[in-house]
RNA sequence: GCACGAGUGGCGAAACUGGUAGACGCAGCGGACUUAAAAUCCGCAGACCCUUCGGUGGGUCAUAUGGGUUCGAGUCCCAUCUCGUGCACCA
């Protein structure tokens, strides 16, 4: 840790580089100043090209920020500063995603409005992330819990419904008896509720659902016009999960009652030796023969209990049971068995298959282990007895489509259900329905009003926002209904203009609502009229740059994009796409120090002797070091408040990007932390006299050609930072700063234009200290805001360039050549060489190799 | 199991379309300044071997492992191993 000369009595204190005095003084200029407020009138905005860059906002956690969060606010904050610097109008907003389960929670243990801890976090947040310095608009803040936010989102779901996308169904829910309420997904474990070990059951529930599916094939397709990660694309097009194939219905023998199977290979068809239901499936009850109904009820009763661990642990062995009954095979016209099995679910598809065990690995599987046959019904595998071929190949003992490719014996036998009745063409998605209600308190209201006939009314637009209700608790009700059943009737009971009574919705949003469109209202955030003016909107969207983490590559990015076409549908926004290019970055990790016995430690108790390893102070026992995620549990997290307290947010801002690549995952090492702010102590010194205070006498008002080597260097580092921070960069751009600042260490003399030039260029990465020394050598206004500079191309090449020269390829000299010597010229000089000689003597040169201001190679015999 | 990503010094990492591997930083070593230390400044630094009075001169091997393509491979191809992330019988 660094050691502060603390005496107020030292001249040297008044004049070194002090972050806890400039910081702040720089922080309080700009919110006074407002040089990062983006103008909000469109004939201003119009003067300028636009750059809108995103952060993905933060849920403001009870916790406070972790040095994870910094990472990618820090990384736009710099492409924001460069970009308004080149003269962009950039749009750069932060906000708070701030409904939630935690404080929710908090509120029911403590009996305090959820509204009183959301503000005490948002507080904490906004503190936390202001010392760091962003140059956010912070008149543009959002908060999704305000009612002047959630009005809009209400009114976005208002749009959903007239649209027909949202509709009311009974689906099942996590229901936790013991705490008469629906649990999330992440609530529940092994059938248990994870704070008690109550049991959790699956209940039928009326719910709002959003018809997502709707949009499955838009989703998808869009996803190639933009510049997103290649695995974040491939990852929600799995999760989108189209599939083409047919519908096959099977006639079960003997009754009047059939059943319809999705298959991805209607060409196997003839291989279909037998057909397997999902337990849960409709028809089982009804074709169970009374021999096997013990047999089958019992296996339905037992698959129902299943909790997911056992279903994992048995995902290998094929269970199931024959339920007496055969269906007939549309192809073949002959009887098969029908089974139902666990392997075979019933909210896929249409919770039956035809078994084809030669061309599938389950069926294989499965008929291999209750002796089901095996029919080999496409030609190019090995033994379909022992394995199966799943890959394509000539259809064989298919009557009609016998000797066709399977592309073609796919359609074929399509086109042959469809002339027949007996099936269709079906695409299938992965996708489903986006449950969309929950049964909590913290969230947004539905306007929506249920009369006393059964039909639904809505809240008209100009009703807008319905507002949470004051309740005594913040828990469900004794019998059960969410949270706000407890308001009084005076919020609950609504007479309609016509007369017609009815009861509010109690079910509230989930919290994904409110940041699936917090993007738009930074547009136009405080418009008290519209949720954003659609001009604003056409000349800001879409979004230029969408920096967060990975975890959000599904849910978050998907619910957004829907929203947005919906919106688009309705002619609410002009791009098809929200977000045109999106970057993730990569989690930080911290050393963690266990006990064998793992109970950890933090890491002031521990003392790290290095390659000797760690031990527990106290006691000397030897604990484990290890890299982890940072967590509470784990008390390795590394908080920003600390490392600016010790170091300041300008070597905290560096550090947090010279760590290594923004998309990987990568260590926070302190030492580490002390070499940025050592970088930026030789900058200060490099301008300022610590013993006078006054600028450093090395700097002279000459201009840059005085040093012509320095101002070479100063015009590569230019290109080099530039062209490095727009391409994500950063740990390469700030090299590159670092070897101009040990450039500038050597020369006599450093001009004051060749200074205030690298001093805008450190400026996007190390704000606080580039105002000061700004200031400090008389330049106009706020660095934050002044011009970009351009580098001088003929400057960042050199006269000479040096030829690495090979000998088969392996190095065996170096040699200077003039920039455009041509290929024979620099042959004669590398044969010159006199190291050369014991290399070339008595070889016949094959072949000379010439890569132009690279190297050359001799290939030689 | 499947899909995706990643393996480079003691450590974090550089290396543009195949073209001098290890920029920059941390830790380390030597020197200067200092009564001394810290800080600072200057310098050294992949491993091994030969050579030299020497801080000289030279060579060999090195980007997880084994092959291949090429004048030339960290980079391209094939196989294997390890780690990370995501998904979990999707018909």
Not at 553 to 571: E, I, P, Q, S
Not at 795 to 815: C, F, M, N, P, S
Request: proline letters at 6%; a neutral charge; one cysteine or more.
């Amino acid at each position: 840790m660094r050691q502060c000369d603390s005496s107020p009595t030292s001249a040297r204190h008044m004049s070194r580089y002090e972050p806890s005095v400039i910081e702040p003084k720089w922080q309080n200029e700009w919110e006074t100043k407002k040089p990062f407020k983006t103008p909000t009138d469109l004939a201003e905005l119009k003067k300028k090209p636009k750059y809108y860059v995103l952060d993905m906002f933060p849920y403001p956690s009870g916790a406070g920020l972790h040095v994870g969060h910094p990472e990618g606010y820090t990384a736009t904050d710099v492409v924001a500063r460069l970009k308004r610097q080149q003269g962009f109008n950039v749009l750069h907003p932060m906000g708070w995603d701030a409904f939630g389960l935690p404080a929710e929670r908090a509120a029911v243990r403590d009996g305090i409005h959820p509204a009183v801890i959301t503000k005490r976090n948002v507080d904490n947040f906004r503190r936390q992330i202001k010392r760091l310095g962003f140059s956010y608009d912070w008149d543009r803040e959002v908060d999704t819990s305000a009612a002047d936010y959630y009005r809009w989102t209400q009114w976005i779901f208002l749009k959903l419904y007239e649209k027909g996308l949202a509709y009311m169904a009974e689906v099942p829910v996590n229901w936790g008896p013991a705490l008469g309420t629906v649990l999330a997904n992440e609530e529940v474990k092994d059938g248990k509720y994870v704070e008690t070990g109550d049991p959790v059951e699956r209940r039928l529930m009326k719910q709002w659902m959003l018809k997502i599916t709707a949009y499955g094939d838009r989703l998808l397709e869009d996803l190639d016009g933009l510049d997103w990660p290649e695995g974040i694309k491939e990852m929600q097009r799995n999760w989108i999960g189209k599939s083409e194939g047919a519908e096959v219905t099977f006639q079960v023998q003997g009754t009047n009652e059939s059943f319809v199977v999705f298959t991805t290979r209607p060409d196997t068809l003839f291989g279909a030796t037998y057909c397997t239901l999902a337990p849960e499936h409709a028809l089982v009850a009804k074709i169970t023969t009374p021999a096997q109904k013990a047999a089958v009820d019992a296996y339905v009763a037992e698959a129902k209990n299943k909790s997911e661990l056992v279903r994992k642990e048995e995902a290998k062995k094929k269970t199931g049971v024959f339920t007496g009954a055969h269906a007939i095979n549309p192809a073949t016209g002959k009887p098969v068995p029908v089974w139902i099995a666990d392997y075979v679910l019933a909210s896929y598809g249409t919770g039956a298959i035809m078994a084809v065990p030669a061309h599938d690995v389950r069926d294989h599987e499965f008929a291999k282990t209750f002796g089901l046959p095996i029919i080999e019904v496409v030609q190019g595998g090995k033994d379909v007895q022992a394995e199966a071929f799943v890959e394509e190949g000539v259809a064989v003992n298919s009557g009609q489509l016998d000797g066709l490719k399977t592309l073609e014996a796919k359609k074929k036998m399509t086109a042959w259900l469809e002339e027949k009745g007996l099936g269709k063409k079906r695409v299938q998605y992965q996708l489903r329905d986006w449950l969309f209600s929950r049964q909590r308190y913290w969230g947004e209201p539905f306007p929506i009003i249920h009369l006393e006939d059964g039909s639904i009314a809505t809240v008209p637009e100009s009703q807008l926002p319905v507002e949470l209700p004051h309740v005594d608790e913040y828990k469900p009700t004794a019998d059960g209904r969410p949270p706000l059943a407890r308001a009084g009737d005076a919020w609950l009971g609504v007479t309609l203009p016509d007369g017609r009574k009815g009861v509010r919705e109690v079910n509230t949003m989930p919290q994904w609502a409110g940041s699936c469109w917090y993007y738009l209202r930074y547009l136009d955030a405080k418009n008290g009229t519209q949720a954003w003016n659609p001009e604003i909107e056409k000349y800001w969207m879409p979004v230029d740059l969408y920096v967060g983490g990975v975890e959000h590559a599904v849910l978050h990015l998907l619910y957004a994009r829907f929203w947005h076409k919906v919106l688009f549908d309705c002619g609410l926004v002009s791009t098809k796409e929200p977000f045109q290019k999106l970057f993730n970055q990569g989690m930080i990790l911290a050393h963690s120090y266990q006990l064998p016995m793992q109970k950890y430690h933090e890491l002031k108790d521990i003392d790290d002797r290095g390659e000797e390893g760690a031990f527990l102070k106290s006691t000397g026992e030897r604990v484990f070091k290890q890299i982890e995620k940072m967590s509470k549990s784990r008390f390795n997290v590394v908080n920003p408040d600390d490392v600016i307290n010790d170091y300041g947010a300008d070597t905290l801002r560096l550090y947090e990007l010279f760590m290594g690549p923004l998309e990987q995952v990568k260590p926070w090492e302190m030492k580490n932390v002390e070499g940025c702010l050592r970088f930026l102590e030789r900058v200060w010194r490099l301008c300022v006299d610590e013993e006078s205070g006054q600028p450093n006498q090395k700097l002279v008002e000459a201009g840059p050609e005085s040093e012509p080597e320095l101002n070479k260097a100063l015009h590569r580092c230019l290109q080099a930072v530039e062209r490095d921070t727009l391409a994500m960069r950063f740990n390469t751009a700030i090299s590159h700063m670092m070897t101009f600042t040990n450039e500038a260490m050597k020369t006599k003399t450093l001009p004051k234009a060749i200074a205030r030039t690298f001093i805008t260029v450190l400026a996007p990465y190390a704000p606080h200290l580039a105002e000061e020394l700004w200031s400090r050598l008389g330049g106009e206004g706020l660095v934050s805001i002044a011009p970009w500079p351009k580098f001088d191309a003929s400057l960042v090449v050199d006269d000479t360039v040096t030829y690495a020269v090979q000998v088969l390829g392996k190095l065996r000299t170096e040699i200077q050549a003039p920039i455009n010597a041509t290929e024979a010229e620099v042959r004669a000089m590398a044969e010159a060489d006199p190291k050369m000689k014991p290399w070339l003597e008595g070889k016949t040169v094959k072949k000379f190799v010439f890569v132009p201001k690279r190297l050359v190679n001799f290939v030689v015999g």
